[in-house]
């Protein structure tokens, strides 16, 4: 597609509830992040994709936060038992390449319109 | 971990103004990157300026590899300029953004 396009724009969850959320990158972008964006904060990091492979993980707050890429291509970021400090917009990036790529291409980071996650 | 800075946190201007957005950083990067979020939340790619000059009409940044910082040059501004502006770095190989907490600017009519 023409951008990053995530799913839903928002959403309303009950305190326990599941959620999935969802990014469609760039059509041909190899690395995928996720990143999460409290009230008046800088984004933060939560999870990259190479491809299908989850490279790293390192910034998801809880075992309740799972995401995943199947085929390389569109990714969905899930919580579950949602909690109230889960309540944040939740970008997606994707770029051409990884900064480690050796076939070319730009690291440069493109995003989504985000989802705005609040639990009640 | 690295340290990202951003100065000023706020700046409010009169229309037509010029500005100076600075991004300091604390270790060598492999890649910058300026946005602009607008008030629906969208994060607007300004510049990927890893060093150098780049210009985009009223917009230009310069990024000192060697010092660590970037500025980000705003002129003649608009009321459409308004939001929140933030820098971003890349370290390491595999890609992730560290954001600063940005500048959040308001043009006035």
């Known amino acids: 597609g023409a951008g990053v396009s995530q799913s839903p724009r928002y959403k309303v969850a009950k305190r326990g509830q599941d959620v999935a959320l969802r990014c469609d990158p760039i059509?041909?972008?190899?690395?995928l992040f996720w990143y999460q964006q409290a009230l008046g904060q800088g984004p933060e990091f939560l999870t990259y994709?190479?491809?299908?492979?989850?490279?790293?993980k390192s910034g998801l707050p809880s075992d309740r936060f799972f995401a995943e890429r199947p085929e390389g291509s569109v990714s969905t970021l899930k919580i579950q038992r949602t909690q109230q400090e889960d309540s944040a917009v939740y970008l997606c990036a994707s770029s051409l390449r990884s900064g480690q790529g050796v076939d070319g291409g730009s690291t440069e980071a493109f995003f989504g319109q985000g989802t705005r996650l609040t639990v009640v | 971990g690295i340290q990202v800075e951003q100065s000023p946190p706020d700046l409010i201007l009169q229309e037509g103004a010029n500005s100076t957005l600075r991004c300091n950083f604390s270790?060598?990067?492999?890649?910058l990157q300026w946005f602009h979020q607008n008030p629906w939340g969208q994060l607007i790619n300004l510049f990927y300026?890893?060093?150098g000059t780049k210009q985009n009409g009223r917009l230009s940044a310069t990024t000192v590899a060697t010092e660590r910082y970037s500025l980000l040059y705003i002129s003649s501004s608009q009321t459409t300029d308004s939001g929140v502006y933030f820098c971003a770095v890349m370290r390491g190989s595999q890609g992730n953004l560290i954001f600063g907490k940005g500048t959040k600017l308001s043009v006035k009519p």
């Open positions: 059509s041909g972008h190899v690395s």
């Open positions: 270790d060598s990067v492999n890649n």
């Open positions: 300026i890893p060093s």
């Open positions: 994709f190479q491809n299908e492979a989850q490279l790293d």
